[in-house]
């Protein structure tokens, strides 16, 4: 099935959704408009000259246009984090999610410093997230707790075909998926203490979903802490193992 989306519900989607580059800005950059427009990437957005019609394109001939990177890739992380998309209900939830993957497998997105002129990894923040309420995707949603099961099953077989692809003695469990649910953990402390202190409003409706969000926190908070301890038993059950197994090796020498 292939992946459909839809950003027109985004607030201000075209400020928040979309990049333009002028011939001057373009210029400054090192490149110019014909440049981006032939460049085909496979890995994210490609630029294009906006219009519906053939005038409209004509008269936007020195501008080029592309969905933001940005965009991109929230897009595509609805398959990983298995949600439909950002709402005002589960953002905070998409976020938890891309920011347990990215302390997995690393971050969702690279940028080019443009001091440096380097290219590197970043991470995708709370408030980004936020500004894409809105988004959906014909993606099947999963619960947090079927979604924690899946993600940490997928890791721990990644891992374990790891460990038995080399010398396991000489290779580190990693990654210590029971300090990665800690460290999340400790993250959604912070999450969760800002929460509670936020000052409640005069709209009704606005304080639920603060009673909402701020419940949902909670019970992530215990799923993540039950998922440190269940890991940490499966990592020190399979270092005894590997100890184990060892130990005979040297014995049988």
Known sequence: MSLNWNIGDVKDFREVCYEQVTEEEAKEAGTSIAELLNHSSFMGPNWYTPGESEQEKLANSGIAERLSPLTNCLIWSTISVDLRGITEENYSEFWLRIHLLEKLTGCFLNEKDPETGKWGPRKITLDEIKAHIGLSCNVSPLSWREWLNKTMDN????????????????????????????????????????????????????????????GRVCKMQNWLADAADTWQEIEERLEAELEEAEQAEEKGA
Do not use: I
């Open 155 to 214: 890791v721990r077989r990644d891992t374990l075909r790891s460990v038995g692809e080399k010398d396991s003695r000489s290779e580190p469990w990693a990654p210590k998926l029971s300090q990665v649910a800690a460290d999340t953990c400790e993250q959604m402390d912070s999450f969760g203490e800002a929460l509670e202190k936020h000052d409640l409003s005069d709209d009704d409706e606005e304080n639920r979903r603060h009673d909402r969000d701020y």
